[in-house]
């Protein structure tokens, strides 16, 4: 697969990651109390390609290449929870 092929195919993914349950979260119950996690959700990806003629002077050092690289990365950082008890319902953030 070429690097064009394998960039698309990582941006797909990385889409229908963030179309999951990765921003809200599947909510955690105990009797009548509902907590739903909300998350910061960061994407970031990258890519890279390259190729080389022979040298010019037909120096093996200057000989032919190819090389190619991908990476991304995926990370939902939990913000704030929704807190439903009974009628009540409130949002509580998480950190600082």
Do not use: W, Y
Request: hydrophobic share 35%; glycine share 20%.
């Amino acid at each position: 697969m070429d690097v064009k092929g394998i960039i698309s195919m990582i941006g797909e993914r990385l889409k229908t990651m963030a179309k999951s349950d990765a921003i809200a979260s599947q909510p955690i119950s105990v009797g009548n109390r509902h907590v739903l996690p909300l998350c910061e959700l960061s994407l970031n990806f990258g890519g890279g390609g390259g190729t080389s003629e022979g040298g010019e002077n037909g120096d093996p050092q200057d000989g032919q290449g190819t090389g190619s690289g991908v990476g991304g990365s995926a990370k939902a950082v939990p913000v704030a929870v929704v807190v439903v008890d009974g009628d009540d319902v409130r949002i509580e953030t998480l950190g600082k």
